[in-house]
């Protein structure tokens, strides 16, 4: 491994955005220290590569975990993993149910976001003209498409589908609040996903949310409800296979894209200059 303060970066492809419990990725890399017009990305940015793909791997809360979910700066990833080259991005998440039908170990591939966050930053339009990208879905098909095949020929049965719910946190839910989540039709929740597939998309990088659950949130299990320490245990019994299966969704990546995500903002007229 070797650390460059501010070289030029090597180009690379693929982008994970690794959450709670997923730390580091790659084996033989190169740290950057990317700037951004956003400030500095959550950490060094690891870049290295897997079967001849070159891939860019940030943890969303720093390596030390020391971002809590409102305070990630999304846009500073996203910004700096494009500038990078990445074109496609894999977000692993821990995410509670909402559901009894899927329980803590599941992978669930949601092609659907509802946003209950509030007061983050979520656009790089906010000023000098207005650009409206079209978030209807949220996520890249092919993407999914992949990683729930991925998934399928790794022995997993994955969701395929689904409604991911993003609550502003830290905090986790009351029960009255997860059960008006499941009922309307919701079924998972979680705390980041939120700006940072919608950053994303107005980048027009694909965006694909791997979702591990690690718990049955508090309004659909008896218990005591949703603890920090359930989440940190259920994904790090989980976090082998879990990277096996992202290193397998980064193989199968198509190398051209096919998906509408890279022609987001054809016609537009954008008063910022992407990297
Ligand atoms: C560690 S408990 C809650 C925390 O875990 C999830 O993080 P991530 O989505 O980055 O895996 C959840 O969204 C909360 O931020
Ligand atoms: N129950 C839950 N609510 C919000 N975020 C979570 N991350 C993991 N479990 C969660």
């Not at 790089?124 to 993407?143: L, M, Q, R, W």
Request: with cysteine; net charge negative.
């Amino acid at each position: 491994m070797s650390t460059s303060p501010s070289a030029a970066p090597p180009a690379a492809e693929i982008g994970v955005i690794g959450g709670s419990g997923f730390y580091s990725f790659l084996d033989d890399i190169e740290e950057l220290r990317v700037e951004t017009p956003y400030g500095p990305p959550s950490d060094l940015i690891a870049v290295g590569e897997l079967a001849g793909r070159r891939v860019a791997f940030i943890p969303r809360h720093g390596r030390d975990h020391r971002y809590p979910p409102h305070r990630i700066p999304y846009r500073a990833n996203l910004w700096a993993l494009r500038s990078l080259g990445v074109r496609q991005v894999l977000a692993p998440s821990a995410v509670g149910s909402l559901t009894t039908d899927y329980g803590p170990g599941t992978l669930a591939v949601p092609d659907q976001l509802a946003d209950r966050t509030h007061g983050r930053a979520q656009t790089y339009y906010d000023e000098g003209g207005a650009i409206h990208v079209s978030f209807s879905d949220p996520y890249c098909p092919t993407g999914r498409h992949t990683t729930v095949g991925s998934a399928q020929a790794a022995g997993w049965d994955p969701v395929d589908g689904g409604t991911l719910v993003v609550i502003e946190g830290p905090r986790f839910s009351t029960r009255a609040e997860s059960r008006w989540y499941a009922s309307q039709g919701w079924t998972l929740v979680g705390m980041t996903g939120h700006p940072e597939a919608v950053l994303a998309r107005e980048l027009a990088l694909c965006y694909t949310p791997l979702c591990l659950v690690t718990d049955l949130d508090a309004g659909i299990e008896e218990g005591e409800g949703v603890t920090m320490e359930e989440v940190y245990r259920v994904f790090g019994e989980n976090i082998g296979r879990l990277r096996t299966l992202v290193a397998d969704v980064v193989k199968a990546l198509p190398t051209e894209r096919d998906c509408p995500c890279p022609h987001v903002l054809d016609g537009m007229r954008l008063l910022l200059e992407l990297p």
